[in-house]
Antibody
Framework: QVQLQESGPGLVKPSQTLSLTCTVS??????????WSWIRQPAGKGLEWLGH???????GYNPSLKSRVTISIDTSKDQFSLKLSSVTAADTAIYYC????????WGQGTLVTVSS | QTVVTQEPSLTVSPGGTVTLTCASS?????????PNWFQQKPGQAPRPLIY???NKHSWTPARFSGSLLGGKAALTVSGVQPEDEAEYYC?????????FGGGTKLTVL
């Protein structure tokens, strides 16, 4: 079964860049035609879609965050990554990676706190 | 900015049936929005339930079903169980982007 695991710093300073990686196991990130997504959830609030990347490398981003978000993929490592620039306290949230589609899987999430 | 609207909260009795809906600010929801539904319990990651309007994942209990109803996406739970108490989120596809609804808190009382 496919599993996803988020990793990265749990604490980021304001104005810096948040960087997270999602490692896919139990299957190749290149097999099949899937979108690989990043979603976040502030404490006590709803889910927010940040963006996704296709196995070909094409991307789609949330228009409200588009200028700050970059998603990339490394098929040789079965990983995809998120970069969110110029972070503020409002970016504090649990960040999830997920695979879309008929066989959808989510990581367990990782808490990122933005604080000095 | 596109807004996806769900009922903030619903209450249902055990064994009953409840329908949650998902509306788009752009107009009627059709199959082309590929509605997805997720269940989230406290402290857990969201769990996918339904994709592309009415398709179930292999782990989705039979009592959950998805459909289109009156211009909205709908999730119906028939024969509600106590363990169905959770937050439910819909997700709609807008071309290359996706938008989540605000979530429905389902209480089983």
């Amino acid at each position: 079964q496919v599993q996803l695991q988020e990793s990265g710093p749990g604490l980021v300073k304001p104005s810096q860049t948040l960087s997270l990686t999602c490692t896919v196991s139990g299957g190749s990130i290149s097999s099949g035609n899937y979108y690989w997504s990043w979603i976040r959830q502030p404490a006590g609030k709803g889910l927010e879609w940040l963006g996704h990347i296709y196995t070909s490398g094409s991307t789609g981003y949330n228009p409200s965050l588009k200028s700050r978000v970059t998603i990339s993929i490394d098929t040789s490592k079965d990983q995809f990554s998120l970069k969110l620039s110029s972070v503020t306290a409002a970016d504090t949230a649990i960040y999830y990676c997920a695979r879309e589609g008929s066989e959808s899987y989510w990581g367990q999430g990782t808490l990122v706190t933005v604080s000095s | 900015q596109t807004v996806v609207t769900q009922e903030p909260s619903l209450t249902v009795s055990p064994g009953g049936t409840v329908t949650l809906t998902c509306a788009s600010s752009t107009g009627a929801v059709t199959s082309g929005y590929y509605p997805n539904w997720f269940q989230q319990k406290p402290g857990q990651a969201p769990r996918p339930l339904i994709y592309s309007t009415g398709n179930k994942h292999s782990w989705t209990p039979a009592r959950f079903s998805g459909s289109l109803l009156g211009g909205k996406a709908a999730l119906t739970v028939s024969g509600v169980q106590p363990e169905d108490e959770a937050e439910y989120y819909c997700l709609l596809y807008y071309g290359g982007a996706r938008v989540f609804g605000g979530g429905t808190k389902l209480t089983v009382l």
